[in-house]
């Protein structure tokens, strides 16, 4: 089963609050950029798709996994300041994923979370679905090298079980000597396959 991890981000960063230069449709684009980047570098190979015609998707692609066939990713984000995720979004996320072929796996990323009911329309749908929290803090504007954004929260319901069942997310603190380890921005989630983190090189 799944490990739930639900973390709120105590710590804004200033980078997404620029408002002065960043708009909120290049902050937005700039976050998808930063999620594509950041899944990239743990072994998927995604793409950025978003626009007028994206039919609710903002990237796509493949994953591939140690000893495992490769499979499809399509994924929407959602960047928000403070505000979570509720169940809401995820029964629209159920109809884009309706659409895609059977080997696909669904990625909803968003910058402030997911509510609990949230988190329960997501384990409860018969499609393979991840939530993933990832912190924005890595947004420096919306150009297309997106960084890495801190992973805080990853979840999967049952559905997804089969394209992503023997992952396995550890908690990585930082430097233990200067930071508070009840806080958790002072942390990121570790994703883990076959007790190596991702991606693991060939």
Avoid at 27 to 34: F, W
Avoid at 74 to 84: I, L, P, S, T
Avoid at 115 to 131: D, E, H, M, Y
Wanted: proline share 4%; net charge neutral; aromatic share 8%.
């Amino acid at each position: 089963m799944a490990q739930l991890v639900l973390f709120r981000t105590s710590k804004p960063s200033a980078n997404i609050v620029r408002k002065s230069w960043i708009s909120t449709v290049e902050s937005g684009t700039a976050y998808e950029n930063l999620v594509v980047s950041t899944f990239n570098q743990l072994g998927a190979s995604l793409e950025r798709v978003g626009g007028a015609s994206d039919q609710g998707i903002d990237f796509r692609g493949l994953w591939v996994l140690p000893e495992q066939p490769s499979f499809y990713v399509v994924g929407q984000c959602k960047h928000y300041e403070r505000k979570k995720i509720g169940p809401s979004v995820i029964r629209e996320w159920e109809g884009v994923m309706s659409r895609q072929e059977v080997d696909t796996l669904g990625v909803v990323a968003a910058s402030s979370g997911f509510t609990r009911s949230g988190v329960n329309a997501a384990l409860s749908s018969v499609f393979p679905i991840v939530l993933a929290t990832v912190d924005p803090k890595g947004i420096s504007g919306a150009d297309e090298d997106g960084g890495r954004g801190d992973i805080r929260g990853f979840v999967w319901n049952k559905a997804a079980m089969g394209f992503i069942g023997q992952m396995v997310v550890a908690k990585k603190h930082y430097d233990v000597r200067v930071v508070d380890l009840a806080d958790p921005a002072e942390f990121t989630l570790q994703l883990l396959w076959d007790g190596r983190p991702l991606p693991i090189s060939k």
